[in-house]
């Protein structure tokens, strides 16, 4: 039981190129989620996806956008790396959706982006 | 979703009890508070969570205030693989759980 597997673990690109995180969970949840993570700063909501066939912007979505493409994965894709992009992206999924009762996130290990 | 408000650092001798708080005044009745904790650059982890009553499980216990304006979070014999930082978090009926800057907690040998 592998829980949530993200691809690549590290990553350098040039500005202005694109590239798609791949994030894949087989534990059969209904949500997942993409966040990222500055140095030394806590964790930011670019997207998440209640349920397969639906996303919805989070706290920092402008740059990026996501394909739930079934419900085991959820992608991220860059389409013009800035270096402002440069940070450590976490893919996550939870079991219930639309409910707080039980609602516990599973993170993945992280991917490190370095936009140069 | 009600924001919390966390102290940025503690320290805690090793085998002794750890306890941080959290406030979160604005909580709603359906909100639930979560606690998770992100040791170095690994993903965040779940320890446990809680609406109204106090929880206890084989990593933590959630002691939630009865106006549930406020939380702490209990780890009863720290020991230096808990050093992490530790985030709480409010969330109600949304899929949006949304992190803030959590408490460095740093266990001292």
């Known amino acids: 039981n592998a829980g949530v597997t993200q691809t690549p673990k590290f990553q350098v690109l040039k500005t202005g190129q694109s590239m798609t995180l791949q994030c894949a969970q087989d534990m059969n949840h209904n949500s997942m989620y993409w966040y990222r993570q500055d140095p030394g700063m806590g964790l930011r909501l670019i997207y998440y996806s209640a349920s397969e066939g639906t996303t919805d912007k989070g706290e920092v979505p402008n740059g990026y956008n996501v394909s739930r493409l079934n419900k085991r994965e959820f992608s991220l894709r860059l389409e013009s790396a800035a270096p402002s992009q440069t940070s450590v992206y976490f893919c996550?999924?939870?079991?219930?959706?639309?409910?707080?009762?039980?609602?516990?996130?599973?993170f993945g290990e992280g991917s490190w982006l370095t936009v140069v | 979703d009600a924001k919390t408000t966390q102290p940025p650092s503690m320290d805690c001798a090793e085998g002794r009890a750890a306890n941080l708080p959290c406030n979160h005044s604005?909580?709603?009745?359906?909100?639930?508070v979560y606690w998770y904790r992100q040791i170095h650059s690994q993903g965040p982890q779940y320890i446990i969570h809680?609406?109204?009553n106090n929880e206890t499980n084989e990593m933590a216990s959630l002691i939630i205030t009865e106006d549930r304006k406020s939380s702490t979070l209990i780890l009863p014999h720290a020991t230096l693989r808990d050093t992490a930082v530790y985030y709480c978090?409010?969330?109600?009926?949304?899929?949006?759980?949304?992190f803030g800057t959590g408490t460095l907690l740093a266990v001292q040998p």
């Open positions: 996550a999924s939870s079991a219930i959706s639309g409910s707080s009762a039980g609602n516990t996130i599973y």
């Open positions: 604005t909580i709603s009745g359906n909100e639930y």
């Open positions: 809680g609406l109204k």
């Open positions: 978090i409010v969330n109600g009926a949304t899929n949006k759980l949304i």
